[in-house]
């Protein structure tokens, strides 16, 4: 079956880095689009960012240009985010998704001192 499982969330201080994962299977990875979206507290979810099956397109919400980097490793099944430059207002649970055909649990990250 379909697993999205993502990681690296935390506790972490303004300015600070984080380089989230989200490992995948039981789908042909390597042919997604992949995406990540987040939820923040209260609020609804916001699509973050997506990366094409070779790595050669991506797109960003264009408030996180910059500051937001996904990248994928398709030998892995993996996807990542890394965001720099922490702030309190990326406090949120992240989610990834293949397509928005199944989306994992998410793994949240608060930024905070």
């Known amino acids: 079956q379909v697993q999205l499982v993502e990681s690296g969330g935390g506790l972490v201080q303004p300015g600070r880095s984080l380089r989230l994962s989200c490992a995948a299977s039981?789908?042909?990875?390597?042919?997604?689009?992949m995406h990540w979206v987040r939820q923040a507290p209260g609020k609804g979810l916001e699509w973050v960012s997506d990366?094409?099956?070779?790595?050669?397109?991506?797109y960003y919400t264009d408030s996180l240009k910059g500051r937001f980097t996904i990248s994928r490793d398709n030998a892995k099944n993996t996807l990542y985010l890394q965001i720099d430059n922490l702030k309190p207002e990326d406090t949120a649970l992240y989610y990834c998704?293949?397509?928005?055909?199944?989306w994992g649990q998410g793994t949240q990250v608060t930024v905070s001192s």
């Open positions: 998704s293949n397509q928005f055909e199944y």
């Open positions: 039981g789908f042909a990875f390597n042919t997604y689009w």
């Open positions: 990366i094409n099956p070779d790595s050669g397109t991506t």
